[in-house]
């Protein structure tokens, strides 16, 4: 017996006394040949080829966070790559959080991988911040380790050969593996808490999530919509509603809106004004494999942009309110009650009222609805809105108006009519549907005149173009529809928008705005 105890001891020294050092754990990648081929030649092909789709795309110089799909590369590859094609490549990130769900263990709670010291991959190995995570553990009882969180779980493990591409299998930023497992709003949020101080210009964080599981090709693409909408939204409490409505809504085979659900729910309470969230691509396993498209996954890639829009935001409660009006609108004008609302104030407490003043920007309404004379130098001012209603998931009715000349809550008031009643394509809203209808909001920020298309970023700028008397525009929404060049965006918008022709555009006399979209 004390001999043992004499080995024992020997055995954690050194000839000099010294502890010996600890042997570094390695996560192996158990998801290898699984998700993505174990070749290392082979997978840097694969994920290679993949970035190489999105190499014109747009960069996020100001990235903050990526929500990113988590399934195999065959599906899902494309749509993830845009997600981190729009990271700079340069960029050095202290360290890269990465966030996702628990497809195998129910924690009640968040598991930080504090054990491990590095995650494996077949093109190398990649550094976990163990000082960090450890921290967090500290920061909260919610946070712990629990191995069986980890030890089969892909959806981080599939996101670490893109980084490896991306930043170089040598150069990317020590991680921090959490896996979050619980319905508690409470909980969610204290979570967030501790996670928030970290979200700054030193950090990246990265969110792992499918979204739609089973329906068939259709209801995927109008639930991954709403879904989708919902997190570029920015609010929280609009992209839980609309899980729930997706639940409620009756959809065959829809396990699922999300099953990162409670990572994107922490991320979104992580932001504020300050950030947006850009939508950059959409797909699901049908695109990939169209042999049968009746059981599909749906995937999205979204970036969070810090300080996106630093001359024009709207609070959630702004948002909100906005939204209340555009009912008020349409209520009233059915003859029905509306609620009583308090006014909608610009930062510096004016109340939203019309002011007269002459406007040099581009205004007018497009669809139908008229246009006011005069600038907003009160209320919530943008350069315009536009309203949209959707019944069960289809379009109802859009209407917007160009132009800083009316306050933002009569825009919204009027649009929300014009949308209701006046929209050429569809019959009047009716009192019996009303309760189906479901009400968007695109608020416009400022304009921007451009003049070269080197200045367009699809899927994050609106285009607005005027020849003479013609104009005409694209939301940056569309871009998330169409699969169009840059040039095809901007000659669709000239010839089926403005009527000046496929190359109306580039005339001398022609104008080329840009403008952003805050949807909600």
């Not at 992209?239 to 659900?261: M, P």
């Not at 209701?420 to 189906?436: Q, S």
Request: glycine share 6%; hydrophobic share 40%.
């Amino acid at each position: 017996m004390i001999i043992a105890i004499i080995a024992a001891i020997m055995m954690m020294n050194t000839g000099n006394g010294e502890k010996e050092e600890r042997v570094p754990v390695v996560r192996p990648a158990t998801q290898a040949n699984r998700f993505y081929t174990a070749n290392a030649k082979e997978l840097a092909r694969e994920v290679d080829s993949l970035l190489a789709l999105h190499s014109g795309d747009a960069v996020c110089e100001d990235v903050a966070a990526l929500i990113v799909p988590h399934a195999g590369y065959y599906f899902s590859g494309n749509v993830a790559a845009a997600a981190y094609m729009a990271v700079p490549q340069d960029k050095r990130f202290r360290r890269i959080f990465m966030l996702g769900p628990s497809h195998h263990e129910w924690l009640d709670g968040a598991s930080v991988n504090t054990e491990a010291d590095r995650y494996a991959t077949p093109l190398g190995e990649v550094e976990v911040d163990r000082e960090t995570a450890r921290a967090l553990t500290e920061a909260d009882t919610l946070f712990r380790y629990e191995p069986r969180a980890h030890d089969r779980e892909h959806c981080l493990e599939v996101q670490l050969p893109f980084l490896q591409r991306r930043f170089g299998t040598d150069s990317v930023p020590p991680i921090v593996p959490i896996i979050i497992s619980t319905n508690d709003y409470r909980k969610l949020k204290r979570i967030a808490r501790v996670l928030k101080p970290y979200m700054n210009d030193e950090n990246l964080f990265i969110v792992s999530s499918d979204f739609s599981h089973y329906p068939s090709y259709e209801d995927a693409c109008r639930v991954d919509k709403r879904t989708g909408k919902a997190v570029e939204s920015g609010d929280v409490e609009r992209f839980i509603t609309v899980l729930e409505e997706n639940e409620r809504s009756g959809v065959k085979n829809l396990a699922t809106s999300a099953c990162g659900e409670l990572a994107i729910a922490t991320l979104l309470m992580m932001t504020d004004s300050s950030y947006q969230v850009r939508h950059l691509m959409y797909q699901n396993s049908g695109d990939a494999d169209d042999h049968d498209r009746s059981r599909v996954v749906g995937y999205h890639a979204f970036a969070v942009v810090r300080n996106a829009d630093k001359g024009f935001s709207l609070s959630s409660q702004e948002k909100q309110l906005l939204k209340d009006i555009a009912l008020n609108s349409i209520r009233e004008a059915l003859g029905m009650p509306g609620k009583d609302l308090p006014p909608l104030s610009s930062p510096e407490g004016d109340t939203c009222v019309p002011a007269s003043k002459t406007n040099e920007a581009p205004s007018g309404a497009v669809g139908g609805a008229s246009s006011t004379s005069g600038a907003c130098t009160s209320g919530a001012c943008a350069s315009g809105a536009f309203v949209s209603l959707h019944k069960h998931g289809r379009l109802r009715g859009c209407i917007g108006h160009f132009g800083d000349d009316v306050p933002l809550c009569e825009i919204v008031a009027e649009m929300a009519r014009a949308a209701a009643f006046e929209d050429p394509r569809f019959r009047p809203v009716t009192r019996d549907e009303l309760p189906d209808i479901d009400i968007e909001i695109s608020v416009l920020t400022p304009m921007r005149r451009i003049r070269s298309l080197d200045e367009l970023e699809l899927h994050r700028h609106g285009i607005y173009i005027r020849r003479g008397y013609r104009s005409g525009t694209f939301l940056p929404q569309v871009a998330d529809e169409v699969n169009w060049t840059k040039e095809e965006f901007v000659g669709h918008c000239a010839q089926d928008k403005a009527g000046i022709g496929w190359d109306g555009w580039k005339a001398p006399d022609a104008e080329l705005y840009v403008y952003e979209a805050i949807v909600f």
